[in-house]
């Protein structure tokens, strides 16, 4: 921030820029604030008036023009408010914040008082006011509620938000009846009205300006009499001769009554942050806490809600002070002033604060969208999260290490405590914290007397004595220190030591409580801020070596930002621990992320980010200690281990002032000037305050040369770099998404600003469109077209999720951009259930009248036997309202995208859905997104490209849902016997499971059946019972489709099912494949999937053995090269990551598996001729070796082989003898394939080959060229399939089923 925040000028180190005064202006008297959402049936002390700049010193300062606008909304964001002698009327403290285009930041900070009305004019005003509304409110229904119902959301959020500034007490009862009858009464009632004095910084100096800006204040309500010197010393003081503290410095210059000090973190600090995180916490909890900070992190959009201004900068503030090294890149409003709530429809991640009212709660709060909001309801300690998010690495461990922090500065980790702020005067500032019950209240009153007594050194006697026992121990305080290294807590030693050390009344050289307070926020700050940080500097610290270099200078790297590459997201995922990997995987995508590699990428070229430097700095130094190769991918929680000497730099510089400022003194002001009424804030003297001191100053002088130096060295470089401004404007568009709306212009509210800003809203959401397609075409095609083992695909199914979770959430952005009236928290499902609803009645009306009926649907020949399926967008919307595991809008909304995305049909269904422009008129204004019709064409069109490519992001998300199958046999229909006599079953499996075995019924071989979702299907078993007179059957496939998303997949088959044809089996494995559609039933979608390149497969799988007599030999090269192909194919399986592995019986089985390699290679040089037309199978060959081996053991001949080969002998006898023994009915091909497989698995193969190469009957049965018996080529194979042992391959229960080993 400190690097951002100080612009380039005269002379940018002035501690503040602008001192302000806001208020009423007599001239112009009340004017109702119409924007802020006016509301007459408020009492008129309640209602909302304008307030203005009354005065600001200078009138301008060139590095930083004064928005005269925007500051005044800002002090006073609820406008002026009234209060009587009867209302509490205490000072108040807030700050905001101002973020210019460039994103550079000012501060404000704000004191606000209440100032007695001396204008008769606005006293009968009021008083006018007050009878009109009486008048009213007689003539009208006396009972009638104070709040109007009104018709748009918008309106009503605004009416949910006027009532009173601060809560009012119940006042005494005589006074409330005597207000009650009359409001306010001029002759008996003294008005006040609110004023506020601001100081705009460039740097966040919290406590320093609040400290000054009370002393100013209590300087004209002291009643002890008028100050030292006249206010207008000390605020030209402050404006021109206080400088800002160098970096690592601190700083003292003198308010009214005391010295102020501040200080400055050095380069190699965290930046400076002041908001007291420790109130942040209290309010929210650790938990909470990190909760939003995750949000955050992940660019969600965020609303805090509360009543008091400075809660909401508090914890907006802390929230991003602990992004370091990140930054947020979107809209940020920690305090929305009423008038530009209209702010909340941006279909942008934002995050803004929104000042909540007494008695509104939560539900009466009409927000636009809330499909991706995280609700911060900072009063009532809680907060709402967006559904399915990834939660931050090690939460546990790390809200753990942060509750120890709080701990040891007695904060409650558990929220819920509101901070214990004095305001000015001495009255804790803390207006209805919650509901709090007399028992709550005097518990923690209790707790707080507690916390106390431990800080002002009242310790009990003996937690003193064991303390000072511990101190003066050194064999204890180097076990104390052990104990610290290893990681085990003393956290009850720290806890004493904090207490005692924490504070000694007035002790550490007289300082006062406040300076106490506030070096206890500042170590308390530094120390929690650093637990965060050193979370990133782990998880982060090789990123450095995954930043794509690519462009050889600033100029061409800015021209082609978009389409470089800058950071190699596969290989940093895959160097992750797993549970690591759903966080990050997201949050690698943000934009926060990308702005940060940006910046690291451009340091070669410039000097580097402030944050980033710091950053580098740290994981350099974190190097030097710590060698962390071993630690790379262990998911081991390190805790931060510099909280002490962070802590140790604050307290040093705020001990020991390094600068001192000029102390105010007697300004050039005429004899009589500067007089002021007790009470009442003067009009300070323009001409003295407009102009800084003349140059004798040292500091100015000093900086004025050092600016006349840069200014030369700029002049300098200027030849060698881009000219700036075309710099900072390529800049601006290789980061403009969301990013020009960063804040909001405050001042100008014309309508044509407002729609301005939502046409770039319009333009930001379609860019974003086009580059979240593209980045998913380009990840799926990149992955489908090299599947390289452990680099690429090792993240697919995460990274995909990742993307598809991310268009989910812009899509419900785009449908609720331009609501007219917000219904349920899923705008895009609330839109599909108005059209469900219009398209049912309109059926509904066709039933009834007799008209004819729409063309006839043309079946498709291309799933033959299955009729085609009708695309309709209710249909896809009735299986999800089916599906009960989903109980809300939103994941019924992600579940309907995903299932179209799935089907290929996302963008012709949403153009469906629009195509009804009724509807979206009725449900859309005019500048919506949804309305915009070239955009939303192109829009359309970028979401047509997502055809292009497969995704099972429906199937493999909601696994456990019931889905409705269909299953076709077909037969080979030039023969006969397409009939059968015999009872067919069938078992269908896939990824998630089976079906279990169905009977189809007999000569219709279709059926539907459902079942729970089985995943990608790998597998179909078919068999029959071999019963009746034509028990023979030729198959030629197995069709069986997802009726839910329409994948369709073909299970060839190609051979016979009976006794004594082909290898005599009655049942088979087949192994599928996924259908492509054809051309004409996708002509809908309008962009076809290109067919999946397979290996050149025969259509149906014959046996190889019949192919042998067919002339079809691969040579021997192809054999072993698809033995090799297919054990490879098995090992880059288990490289993936478990849930994205896919099917490994297709590898086993399937076309090109590593059955079929091992069946060629055994049919090499294989002898089998038709002796007596009797086709011979290598399982023939099995069997006889096994028969030789078992009579050569029987006659004792194995007695004097190795003991290892004999069992291994015996194990294969064992199998075999199994297979063959199985009640099923399998074919000798199958058993061979079950022998391979089982061997696989058991590791066995490579043992059982010698053996079958030993073996006599292989001289019968195989030619002296056979690849069986030549030694060599057995040996390699053995070598490549031992390679499997490694893995642990599981084999799928349809393949065993029966095999009893």
């Keep these: 921030m400190s690097g951002s925040a100080s612009a380039s000028g005269a002379a940018p180190c002035r501690f503040a820029h602008y001192f302000v005064v806001c208020g009423i202006d007599t001239e112009t008297g009340l004017e109702p604030d119409e924007l802020a959402g006016e509301n007459f049936e408020q009492s008129p002390l309640k209602r909302t008036f304008k307030s203005k700049v009354l005065a600001h010193y200078p009138e301008n300062v060139e590095w930083n023009p004064f928005d005269q606008d925007a500051v005044n909304m800002l002090c006073m964001p609820k406008g002026l408010s009234f209060r009587t002698q009867a209302d509490q009327r205490e000072p108040r403290f807030h700050s905001f914040i101002i973020t210019k285009e460039d994103g550079s930041r000012t501060y404000g900070f704000v004191h606000t008082f209440y100032e007695e009305v001396t204008s008769p004019q606005i006293c009968s005003a009021m008083q006018t006011l007050y009878q009109m509304h009486n008048a009213e409110h007689v003539s009208a229904n006396p009972s009638s509620s104070s709040s109007s119902s009104s018709s748009s959301s918008m309106d009503s959020l605004a009416s949910s938000l006027d009532e009173a500034d601060s809560p009012s007490p119940p006042t005494s009862s005589s006074s409330s009846s005597s207000r009650g009858g009359g409001g306010y009464d001029a002759s008996r009632d003294t008005l006040y009205v609110s004023k506020a004095l601001c100081l705009i910084t460039p740097m966040p100096f919290m406590h320093a300006c609040r400290s000054f800006l009370s002393q100013l204040h209590r300087a004209v309500t002291d009643a002890s009499g008028p100050p030292p010197l006249p206010l207008e010393s000390y605020v030209h003081n402050i404006l021109y001769e206080v400088p800002l503290p160098p970096p690592g410095r601190s700083l003292k210059f003198h308010g009214v009554y005391e010295p102020v000090a501040c200080q400055r973190p050095g380069p190699g600090e965290l930046p400076l942050a002041e908001f007291p995180l420790g109130d942040a916490f209290s309010l929210l909890g650790a938990e909470n806490l990190v909760q939003l900070f995750t949000c ?115 904060l409650s980790p558990n929220g819920g405590v509101p901070p214990r702020t004095l305001t000015l005067t001495g009255a804790p500032a803390n207006p209805g914290s919650g509901p709090s019950t007399p028992g709550r209240q005097r518990k923690a009153a209790a707790l707080r007397e507690l916390e106390d007594d431990g800080r002002n050194g009242n310790l009990a006697g003996e937690e003193l004595a064991v303390l000072e026992l511990l101190q003066g121990n050194a064999t204890l305080e180097r076990l104390q220190a052990l104990a610290k290294r290893t990681g085990v807590t003393v956290a009850r030693v720290d806890a004493l030591r904090a207490g005692v050390k924490g504070q000694a009344p007035e002790g550490h050289g007289g300082r006062t409580a406040s300076e106490e307070e506030e070096l206890r926020n500042a170590k308390l700050n530094v120390q929690l801020r650093e637990v965060f940080a050193s979370r990133f500097t782990t998880m982060f610290a090789d990123y450095e070596a995954f930043v794509i270099q690519s462009a050889p200078d600033l100029e061409s790297w800015l021209t082609n930002r978009e389409q470089m590459h800058n950071f190699d997201k596969a290989s940093f995922l895959s160097d992750q621990p797993e549970p690591y990997l759903p966080f990050l995987s997201h949050f690698i995508e943000t934009q926060m992320f990308a702005t ?57 510089r705020l001990m020991k002032i390094d600068h001192t400022a000029i102390h105010p003194h007697l300004l050039d002001m005429k004899i009589g000037q500067g007089k002021y009424e007790q009470g009442f804030f003067p009009k300070l003297q323009a001409d003295v305050l407009n102009a800084g001191p003349t140059n004798n100053n040292r500091w100015s002088h000093r900086t004025a040369t050092a600016q006349r130096r840069k200014d030369r060295h700029r002049q300098q470089t200027e030849h060698l770099t881009l000219d700036n401004d075309l710099k900072e404007r390529y800049m601006q568009e290789a980061r403009s998404l969301g990013k020009n709306l960063r804040q909001p212009k405050l001042s100008d509210l014309s309508p044509a600003v407002i729609a301005q800003t939502n046409w770039k809203f319009v333009e930001g959401l379609l860019k974003e469109c086009r580059m979240k397609t593209k980045r998913m075409l380009v990840e799926k095609m990149g992955r489908e077209a090299v599947e390289l083992g452990h ?44 059209y469900q609803a219009r398209e049912e009645k309109l059926e509904q009306q066709q039933a009834e009248s007799p008209v004819s009926a729409g063309p006839e649907r043309r079946k498709s020949e291309s799933a033959i036997g299955m009729p085609s399926i009708r695309v309709s967008v209710i249909q896809d919307m009735r299986h999800i309202q089916s599906m009960s595991e989903i109980k809300t809008e939103v994941g019924r909304a992600r579940a309907w995208i995903r299932l179209s995305l799935e089907k290929k049909l996302l963008s012709q269904h949403l153009k469906q859905l629009l195509s009804r422009q009724a509807l979206t008129k009725k449900l859309y204004k005019r500048y919506a997104f949804l309305r915009c019709e070239e955009e ?87 068999g029959h019972d071999n019963s009746g007179l034509l028990a023979k059957w030729l198959v030629d496939c197995v069709m069986v489709r997802n009726e839910i998303t329409g994948h369709t997949y073909k299970f060839p088959c190609g051979r016979w099912l009976g006794k004594g044809v082909d290898d005599g089996s009655l049942e088979r494995v087949l192994i599928g494949e996924l259908v492509v ?60 990551p478990e849930k994205e592995r896919g099917s490994l019986t297709i590898l086993l089985c399937g076309e090109s598996g590593l059955v079929g390699a091992l069946e060629q290679f055994f049919h090499n040089g294989f002898k089998s001729a038709r002796l007596f037309q009797k086709t011979v199978f290598v399982w023939d060959f099995v069997e ?22 004999g069992m291994t002998c015996q194990s294969l006898c064992r199998y075999v003898n199994a297979i063959n023994s199985t009640p099923r009915n399998i074919g000798k091909d199958g058993k061979f394939q079950l022998l391979v497989c089982l061997g696989a698995r058991d590791r066995l193969l490579p043992q059982w080959l010698p053996l079958l190469v030993e073996c006599p009957v292989i001289l019968r049965m195989y030619e002296d060229s056979a690849l069986l018996r030549d030694r060599s080529t057995v040996n390699a194979l053995i070598s490549v399939l031992e390679t499997l042992h490694d893995f642990p391959i599981t084999l799928e229960t349809s393949l065993v089923k029966g095999i009893d080993l």
Excluded at 812 to 827: C, D, F, M, N, T
Excluded at 1085 to 1113: D, N, V
């Design 1184 to 1205: 006889k070796a096994v028969a030789y081996m078992e009579s050569a053991d029987q006659m004792g001949d194995l007695q004097e082989t190795a003991e290892p080969l």
């Design 296 to 410: 955050t992190l992940l660019e969600m959009q965020i609303l805090l809600y509360s009543q008091d201004y400075h809660r909401l900068m508090t914890v907006a503030e802390g929230i991003t002070t602990l992004l370091f090294p990140f930054q947020w890149q979107h809209v940020y409003v920690p305090i929305l002033p009423a008038s530009l709530l209209h702010f909340l429809d941006a279909p942008v991640p934002y995050l803004m604060g929104l000042q909540s009212k007494e008695g509104t709660d939560r539900s009466k709060l009409e927000l636009p969208q809330e499909a991706n909001l995280c609700f911060v309801d900072i009063d009532n300690h809680c907060i709402e999260l967006p559904e399915d998010f990834p939660q931050f690495p090690n939460k546990g461990e790390f809200i753990q290490e942060i509750s120890d922090v709080l701990l040891r500065f007695g």
């Design 936 to 1022: 939303k064409e192109q829009f359309l069109f970028h979401l047509l490209s997502l055809n292009a490519v497969d995704y099972f992001c429906f199937t493999s998300v909601f696994t456990t849902i019931m889905i409705p199958y269909r299953a076709v046999i077909i037969p080979i229909k030039k023969l006969s016997n397409a009939m059968t006599t015999s009872n067919p079953w069938v078992c269908v499996s896939g990824e998630l499971g089976d079906s279990g075995v169905m009977q189809i019924p007999k000569n219709v071989l279709e059926m539907t059946f459902d079942c729970q979702n089985l995943g990608k299907l790998t597998t179909v078993q078919l």
């Design 596 to 652: 940060f590699i940006d910046n690291k990428i451009m340091s070669q070229w410039e000097e580097k980010e402030p944050l980033l430097r710091v950053f580098d700095g740290r994981i350099d130094k974190a190097r030097l200690y710590n060698v962390r190769a071993p630690s790379l991918r262990s998911s081991n929680y390190q805790r931060c281990t510099i909280l002490r000497e962070s802590a140790q730099a604050i307290e040093q």
């Design 791 to 834: 680099g690429e695909a090792n993240i697919t199914g995460l990274e995909e999720n990742t993307l598809i979770a991310s268009l989910c959430d812009l899509l419900e952005r785009i449908w609720s951009h331009g609501l007219q009236v917000k219904q349920g928290k899923s705008a895009l499902w609330s839109h599909l259930l108005h």
């Design 1077 to 1136: 559609p054809s051309a004409e039933e996708d002509s809908g979608r309008g962009c076809r999937t290109p067919p999946l390149q397979r290996s050149p497969s025969q259509t149906r799988r014959i046996s190889i053995t019949s192919l042998t007599g067919r002339g079809y030999k691969p040579t021997s090269a192809q054999i072993q090269e698809a033995i090799g192909e297919a054990v490879n194919n098995i090992i880059k399986h288990f490289h993936k």
